[in-house]
Every structure is written in C-alpha cells, then in structure tokens.
C-alpha cells in the first residue's frame, strides 16, 4: 500500500507543488489583509494544488500515448536515457495508461467539487477563473509542444491564480491582485524554462518545440534565463508605483546571490549536463535525487529559490498593510 501511495506521488510529480503552494501564498496573504475570507483561501489552495497535479499526470499520459506511436520507440534504450521524473513509471510498467488517465480525471473532479462549492458561495466569477484553469490544465501537454508552455504557465499562476483566489476570498476582481501576480509568475516561469533548458536534447528527439529549443543550443537558450531573473528583480517597483505595497518588497532583492548561483549552474550543465553542483546550506530543501543529482539538484535549486522569494514577498506585504 506504501509502495503505491509513493508510486502516485512520484507520477504526479508531487515535488512540484510548492510553486503553487508559494504562489498562492502571495494572493492569500495580500487578500487576508484586505477582508478577505480566510477558509474560502484555504479550500482555493486546496483546488489548485489538485488542478495543477491532474496537468502533471496529463502531461505525462498524452506524452507516453505519443511516445508509443513512434516506430523507433524503444522501452530499454528510453529508460536508459530519459529523466525519471516524466513516463518512466509508464515505460517501466509500474502504472498503466488507463491508471494514470483515471488517477488525472479524480484530481480534476475534486478540484471540480471544490470550484462548484465555491461558486455556490462567491459567484459567477469563479466560473470564469475556473474555466481560464481546467482549459490550461488539459491542454497543457499539447502547448507544450508549440513553444507556448511559458505562456501557460504565466497565464495559470498569474491571472488566473491571483485573480481566482482573490475573488474567492473578496467576492470581488480587482487589477491590484493581477499587478501583484507578476513578480510571482515570473520566478514560477523561471522553474519551467529551467526544465525545458535541462530538456533540450529529449524535446528535440521526441519532437517537442519549446522556447528553449528554438536556440542552437542549451547555452544560447540561457539568455532567456538571464533576463526572466532580471525581471524578477525589477518588477517589484510596480507594486510601488500602484501603491499595492510600500519598500518592503525590495526583500526579495536578498535572493539575487542565489538567482546568480542558479544561472552559474545552468552555464556548468549546458557545457557539461552530467556536472553536479556543490550542496550549500541555502540551497536546501534538496530531498529525493530519484536517481538524476544533476537534473534533480537543479530543479530544487529553481524551486527554492521560488519558495525563498515567495516567502519574502508575502512577509514584505504584511510588513506594508499592517
């Protein structure tokens, strides 16, 4: 039973989570202070944390149904190659396909069940929030084929997120709510495009057409990596200049060494993909490898530095409106 329940975990891709957990912990600290309603916040993060669970085992299951189709498809010659964090489960016959499929539809449906309940209580505008994130949820998978899984991901954890769990806990929209997702939405594209960086070789062999593959090569694509931490570091100022919150937010200016240590560490992998940077003490959490250090250190290093800078961000608007 154990071994299952981690089997599902590890499908579902589970180590994902804190970038919707500290993303949508921006929103609901920011809404909170505003009268926000605080168990309609909580049940929201319930919801999008189920939603964006049932996008990663889509992603996984419409990527193994194309895998399959290719006639030079070989199951030894992909599990000695691909990472282990997307189909291997599937290859090595650990899950079947019609599993994973039902496992991604009850995800849904429960984030289903929680949108009906909180349309019933807050209204016709969670309807169209919820719409904005079951469409990108589905078609993820296939946007990520067309160089547009950026965009998707901006569009999820930007508007959609902010606004929706704005609306949920203030029964209201408000522009502030989306001038505030940008920074956030920002540092959750930079742990993607770091992904698809890492992904260059395999996207290209299977097919898949993302923005970092549009360049020559892994260390070429890096120049988008340089200039979405630069923008993390600048758009702050528009949570000045709109008055949504006061010099405070500059705090997330003390992550800069670990955004520079990030892209030195993508330069050394796109030169030598198996190097494995050194563990520091601000680099943690780092917990399972799953059997990829160079991959996986990777990732955590893109994640943490989300959850750092989420954490500052959220601390900075209490510091603001208190």
């Not at 085992?57 to 282990?84: A, G, P, T, W």
């Not at 995800?107 to 719409?131: E, Q, R, T």
């Not at 609306?167 to 959750?188: E, G, Q, R």
């Amino acid at each position: 039973m154990l071994n299952q329940i981690t089997t599902i975990l590890e499908c579902s891709r589970v180590f994902s989570l804190p970038m919707t957990v500290m993303s949508w912990l921006v929103v609901f600290t920011y809404s909170s202070l505003v009268a926000g309603h605080v168990r309609y916040g909580l049940l929201s993060l319930i919801g999008v944390c189920l939603a964006h669970l049932a996008a990663n085992v889509f992603d996984d299951y419409f990527d193994y149904k194309s895998l399959i189709k290719q006639v030079n498809f070989n199951k030894r010659e992909y599990l000695k190659n691909s990472q282990k964090t997307k189909c291997r489960y599937l290859v090595a016959g650990l899950m079947k396909p019609r599993q994973i499929f039902g496992l991604a539809c009850i995800y849904l449906a429960l984030a289903f069940l929680i949108g009906i309940f909180l349309f019933i209580k807050c209204g016709i505008g969670v309807l169209y929030f919820a719409l904005v994130g079951g469409i990108l949820t589905v078609l993820y998978s296939f946007l990520s084929k067309i160089r547009l899984s950026e965009v998707a991901v901006a569009l999820a954890y930007g508007p959609a997120l902010f606004g929706g769990v704005y609306y949920v806990m203030t029964k209201t929209f408000s522009w502030d709510a989306i001038i505030l997702s940008i920074p956030s939405m920002i540092v959750t594209v930079i742990l993607l495009y770091i992904h698809t960086v890492m992904d260059y070789d395999f996207d290209i062999n299977e097919g898949h057409k993302t923005l970092a593959n549009t360049f020559n090569s892994r260390l070429d694509s890096l120049v988008i990596l340089k200039w979405l931490l630069i923008l993390a570091y600048i758009t702050p100022i528009l949570l000045c200049i709109f008055d949504i919150a006061d010099w405070q937010v500059f705090s997330v200016w003390l992550t800069i060494p670990l955004a520079v240590d990030l892209y030195k560490s993508m330069v050394d992998f796109s030169t030598d993909p198996e190097s494995v940077p050194e563990h520091r003490w601000y680099h943690f959490p780092m917990e399972n490898m799953m059997g990829e250090p160079s991959f996986m250190t990777r990732i955590y290093q893109s994640r943490n530095l989300m959850i750092y800078y989420s954490i500052l961000l959220s601390v900075s608007i209490v510091l603001a409106l208190i």
